[in-house]
């Protein structure tokens, strides 16, 4: 079985009729292929966390050849975002400390981050 991701630059290999042969999504799926506190979001889509270099990603939308999009977060804002996504409806932007979304074809920024990274370069905490 092929279980690799397009977003990590490996593609699912065709089937036998030159389709991409797609597994229904499971928490145990996600858990297999490396993700942390996977879980279904009310409106199907699939969510999960996963270490990447220097941050952690929560990834939407998950499925067998990618993800639609990822939030960044920092191992020191990392349990509150754990705490924040587990009550997330997937309606906007997940509450919490995260630093930036990726994949809405223009990246943008936490305007909760930006607040507080400013006022700790200025010394307004």
Partial sequence: QCRT????????LPDANGGVNMKKITREFLMDM???????????????????????GLFVGLNEIGNTSRYCCTQEHLAD???????????????????????RGVDTLNPRWLEETKAELIGDK
């Fill in 34 to 56: 490396g993700y942390q506190f996977p879980r279904q979001l009310p409106d199907g889509r699939w969510i999960g966390v996963r270490k990447m270099l220097t941050t952690f």
């Fill in 81 to 103: 975002l754990m705490i924040d996504i587990a009550t997330w409806d997937g309606k906007g932007d997940p509450p919490g400390m995260w630093i930036k979304h990726k994949g």
């Fill in 5 to 12: 991701r397009m977003a990590h630059g490996v593609a699912p």
